[in-house]
């Protein structure tokens, strides 16, 4: 018994070493990612050149003068006072020490927010967070654009958080609070925040702050603050028109809705009003509830979006209000997180579709993530019994493989339940962005891509399958079959994936996934093959006679395509996705489909597909071998890295439910 208890306490103090090295490991990868992404930010700014740098920002290097005339400047007359001394550097100089600074200043927001994560916090969570958070914001859109001269949207940010986690004396933590209100005035929010949180006299000195550095700014430069606070109302206006689409705030939201006047006023008034409200009282709450990160992040949002401007660099707030969790699944705690960070880092464009009827959604992303934080997400309270142990995902068990030489790597293990639906849609949509900004930018050299089609057409030759021609010109002259194979190829490429995969998640999440991965892999293989091998279509190659039934006749010596040359690389033909896809769809229906004829129209859409591609002159017959290549690769991919589709949940296992945790009390957390 000795000698056994002593080999488990081995192997367990073995565990913890183990478990320790792989944390230290990815702790110090994740830390050189985050340093190799902020070298990266740094030579995106520094490789502007000097004399263009500065250009935005037209401060006068003495007094007098005035601090708006350039109309670049967007700042209070307080932050003007304290940027001005910097004004006598180098621009080479200013341009390094800025880019540094702000750098710098964004790794402290990491690390101090990486402490205020409530308790108890997880120790993978602890370690991993800071540099997790820091890699996000250096390459998020308020954190690259905030470098630019003049932004000191950063600074108000850890001013803040430092008051709120790290400074030990109220009167301290009061003035760095006024210090950022001063810089950013909407963060004057916090002073409520920190009255209805108990914390009385810090609100008091940072009320005070506020009121000396206004004070100061309006005694030293009386004409810039005049501008500033009363011909420019807070700033509206400065650097930029209020309706643009830099100002994500309801004010800005509501002119690009066409409102002005005094009704636009009186709305923009009763909303920030409202929102406030709504937004203070929750953020109290989660103070209270020992979120006190989330509290600040959840202030933060509302102070951007009640703003007079509320500047896309001020909206750093939206990206630390991932520290709420939402969600009663395991499965739903991601959608939150992914949202926000796909918000805060990829342009508009590629999260919705360019349709007039989203415009009003695509073009306020921005204000509505921090709307969502600030109003309406239901972040869990501490209290839940979900805040530890939410509901599990189930999964199936491992399979063994059907063929004994092909080796399974279960690289990821095969969930049973239904994905959640906003995190499917978010994914379908920037993935599918994806592929079409890496398919645009493939290469595109017409020569290159001709050569291969002269290489490809003369391959079918040798085969005896160039029959690409004619199957073209006597479809021409049988219009209604022409009519039939445009519409085809124009119309189902994505109705039928779309439909299928919508069908598969309602009535079989199960294989839906299996479906959907596969689907996945097959289109970044084709990517790769866009790469490697453009490719002419039939329609694009001089001199063999192809007629291009959907897009017309085209000028070979100087081709024009139209609309489709701006968003679709012509060249991206090999291998083809219109035939992957739809064989893709073919096998999937067949092998899912319950009833014979499901099976024939399944087993008919790739054959169409092929002719249709075939009729139209979009692609040579060896394009299609290529499409089939790389569906089976993607089906084979899957099958190899997760297992057979027939894994089940064993009969008779059932789903835990997370049990009741002890009531966690509602003091604030106490800062460090």
Not at 156 to 182: H, K, N, S, T
Not at 416 to 444: D, T
Request: glycine residues 10%; aromatic residues 8%.
């Amino acid at each position: 018994m000795a000698n056994a208890a002593e080999h488990s306490g081995a192997n367990g103090h073995a565990g913890v070493i183990g478990s320790s090295g792989r944390l230290g490991a990815a702790r110090f990868l994740l830390w050189a990612l985050a340093g190799v992404l902020a070298v990266r930010q740094a030579a995106a700014v520094l490789r502007v050149p000097p004399g263009e740098w500065l250009s935005d920002f037209r401060l006068p290097s003495g007094f007098p003068g005035s601090l708006y005339d350039g109309g670049q400047f967007t700042g209070t007359p307080f932050a003007g006072l304290v940027l001005k001394p910097f004004l006598g550097l180098a621009a080479p100089s200013l341009e390094v020490a800025w880019t540094c600074v702000t750098l710098l200043l964004v790794a402290a927001v990491g690390l101090v927010a990486a402490r205020g994560l409530p308790d108890p916090v997880p120790r993978r969570t602890a370690l991993l967070a800071a540099p997790v958070l820091v890699g996000l914001m250096m390459v998020s859109l308020p954190v690259r654009e905030a470098a630019s001269p003049g932004q000191t949207a950063v600074l108000p940010v850890l001013l803040v958080l430092l008051a709120m986690f790290r400074v030990p004396g109220e009167r301290p933590a009061g003035f760095l609070v006024g210090l950022a209100a001063a810089l950013q005035p909407a963060l004057l929010l916090f002073a409520p925040l920190l009255w209805l949180t108990g914390r009385r006299p810090t609100a008091k000195a940072a009320a005070v702050t506020f009121a000396a550095a206004t004070a100061l700014s309006w005694a030293t430069l009386p004409r810039d603050s005049w501008t500033y606070w009363v011909h420019h109302l807070a700033g509206t206006g400065l650097g930029g028109a209020p309706d643009g689409l830099a100002n994500q705030s309801v004010h800005g939201a509501l002119l690009r809705l066409g409102l002005s006047g005094p009704a636009e006023i009186l709305l923009y008034v009763a909303l920030a009003a409202g929102i406030g409200w709504v937004g203070l009282r929750r953020a109290a709450r989660y103070a209270r509830d020992g979120q006190l990160l989330l509290a600040v992040a959840v202030t933060g949002c509302v102070a951007v979006a009640v703003a007079p401007t509320g500047w896309r660099h001020q909206l750093l707030w939206v990206l630390l209000a991932v520290a709420g969790k939402v969600g009663k699944r395991a499965a739903d705690r991601p959608v939150w997180p992914v949202a926000v960070v796909l918000a805060m880092t990829l342009p508009s464009d590629m999260l919705l579709p360019n349709l007039a009827a989203l415009a009003p959604v695509r073009d306020n992303v921005l204000l509505l993530a921090a709307l969502a934080a600030a109003c309406a997400v239901p972040f869990l309270p501490r209290s839940s019994p979900y805040w530890r142990e939410p509901v599990p995902t189930a999964y199936g068990r491992p399979a063994a493989a059907r063929w004994s030489r092909v080796p399974l790597l279960p690289f990821w293990r095969r969930v049973l339940s239904r994905p959640n639906l906003l995190l499917e849609l978010l994914l379908i949509r920037v993935g599918y962005s994806l592929y079409s900004h890496i398919r645009a930018a493939a290469p595109s050299s017409r020569s290159l891509a001709e050569g291969h089609g002269s290489q490809i057409h003369a391959v079918e030759r040798a085969l005896g399958i160039d029959i690409e021609r004619a199957v073209n010109h006597a479809v021409v002259h049988t219009p209604w079959l022409e009519k039939f194979f445009n519409f085809y190829y124009t119309s189902f490429h994505f109705v039928v994936p779309l439909t299928i995969l919508a069908v598969l998640y309602w009535r079989r999440p199960g294989d839906y996934r299996w479906a959907r991965a596969s689907l996945g892999l097959a289109t970044v293989l084709a990517l790769i093959g866009f790469w490697l091998y453009p490719l002419a279509p039939p329609r694009l190659m001089p001199g063999l006679g192809f007629i291009d039934t959907v897009h017309g006749p085209q000028d070979l010596a100087n081709p024009q395509y139209g609309a489709m040359t701006a968003i679709s690389n012509q060249y991206a033909a090999m291998p083809s996705l219109h035939f992957g896809w739809s064989l893709w769809c073919g096998i999937v229906i067949i092998t899912l489909a319950p009833k014979g004829w499901q099976k024939l129209l399944g087993a008919l859409h790739p054959l169409i597909t092929v002719c249709a591609i075939v009729a139209t002159a979009n692609h040579w017959v060896l394009d299609a071998v290529g499409g089939a290549a790389v569906v089976i690769a993607g089906f084979g991919l899957v099958y190899v890295l997760s297992g057979p589709r027939g894994a089940f949940l064993p009969a008779g296992l059932s789903v835990p439910r997370p049990r009741e945790p002890e009531r966690v009390g509602t003091a604030s957390r106490t800062r460090a």
